[in-house]
């Protein structure tokens, strides 16, 4: 199997992960813990690609949109790889996309990734003015949409006509750094379509908040659908919380609202718990992940500041030394 990789998703306000201040004080905090991320071993950062805050939380909250952040910070890190989770094939049109991850990938020296997926938030599509499209046109459309990208990376002219999108001898430079072309990651949870997109298109599959049960039933039909046997990583977004010793979760249980919860369920509330509690216990909910072939662990951190950063550092150094 490959090296373990850690990633980070930055502070943006999706899940009410900014602190409670002016909007510059908050980008600051994001950058913060980007470059702290670096420092204490993680391989790569991102950004989710929404306009507006996850469903459960007030919709007025401030919510930085993903490729302008990660421009920003990007110029800050030195070494970590900087990618979405993942960008909404909808919100861009596909050339347009292609351009702007070049531009990133030059920005950063060849640390760029591309995640998409064929885009799923009905409420924001509309209150943005896109068309929601059934399930299978969208993926129908994100599988256009990687063609079109990658022959504007790896060709001086390309030329695609398909039934959404075209491309008419356009040109595309600069070409991104990383050759071929950056990882082109692939996300969503679709068996049927979306799974055979991944397979034929994508160098990362990538499922977000799912069971090592679910994972590993995508990565049984993902292989299935792999008829060229194209080599692809598997990578998975879970939800964290760091604790140094059990009896401190009621305290954090009650500083998150949940204290009329069991420990148990409030473990289990966060997909399943396998990555809520000691160093101890992450290493061992990811060793489930890693037994059936995951090697790209992208972490979203619950009550996150430096201090949980330097303590998940331990986790990564414990878990390449195992695995």
Known sequence: MSKIKFGIVIPQGWRNDLPR???VAQFKFSRHIAIEAEKNGFDSAYA????IPHYRYPKTGNFFECFTLLSAISTELKRMKIGQIVTCNSYRNPALLAKMVATLDVITNGRAE???GA?????????????YSSDVE???QLKESIQIIKKLWTQNIANFQGKYYSVNDATSFPKPVQKPHPTVMVGGSGEK??????????DRYNLYFGSPEEMERKISILNNYNSQKRK????????????QEHAQLK???????????????????????LTVGTIDDVVEGIAQYINIGVNHFIFHFLLIDSSVLKEFSKVIKKSRRFF
């Not at 885009?119 to 068309?131: L, R």
């Not at 692809?232 to 604790?243: D, G, Q």
């Not at 998150?256 to 289990?268: C, L, N, R």
């Open 232 to 243: 692809i990583e598997y990578s998975i977004v879970l939800p964290c919380l760091i604790i």
């Open 21 to 23: 201040n002016s909007s």
């Open 119 to 131: 885009g799923w938030f009905k409420e924001e599509y509309i209150a943005y003015g896109y068309q």
């Open 114 to 116: 591309l995640g998409i």
């Open 48 to 51: 989710y690609d929404h306009f």
């Open 193 to 202: 379509y979306l799974l055979k997109v991944a397979a034929k298109y994508s």
């Open 251 to 273: 305290k954090v249980m009650k500083k998150m609202g949940k204290q009329k919860m069991t420990a148990a369920e409030f473990k289990k509330s966060i997909a399943g718990g």
């Open 138 to 140: 969208r993926i129908m």
